[in-house]
């Protein structure tokens, strides 16, 4: 189940609630805005592969839960305007710099491995399963229902994109540390730092 699906089905994008670090959820208000039985729609997403549960609220929202957050990252890379920061000075305070180096790190990431040997076959969605790299995944989750929302928020969005992906680089990395050896979680990480990359405005080196 990819987030076009959930969309097609729903009729709009749901919306990522919660932190995601336990379990990854979405809430629609499809029901209410359509004029549509809630139990019917429930019923439609419920036979949607990955969708592990869904609940009609009492105030009529969907809840929604998936079992397979990594779906997230699978989209069309949306070209997103690059807010007119400067970019000076370079530092943590500059929300330019926050999100170009967010984008140079993510590029960095596919270039290292490449070098390092890091398996570029079928990607395990299911080894994003830790807090940061589910964090970034959250964040994704908010680009389809942005890109039809008449107030996309980008500048704030961007910076927390690039915020949540510079702690995945750090505390989570994609390529291996030492001596390990490239596995199938730094192939999912790689794949990850694909997708922050072509979300991220920026240039792939600074």
Known sequence: MTPVELAEVLGEPPVPEGTWEREAIYVSAAALRRRVPAGPLAERVRGLAGVVAVEVRGDGFLRIVVGEPAEAMLFEPPRLPEPSWPDFPRTWDNPGF??????????????????????SGEVRGELLDGAYDRRVLRVLAELPGRLVSRDPGWEAYLVRLALAYHDAHERAPAVPVGDRPAGPVHAARVRLARAVRDVLPGPDRL
């Open 98 to 119: 926050v999100v170009r180096y967010g984008h140079v790190r993510a590029s960095w990431v596919l270039r290292w491995a490449r070098e390092l040997g890091v398996p």
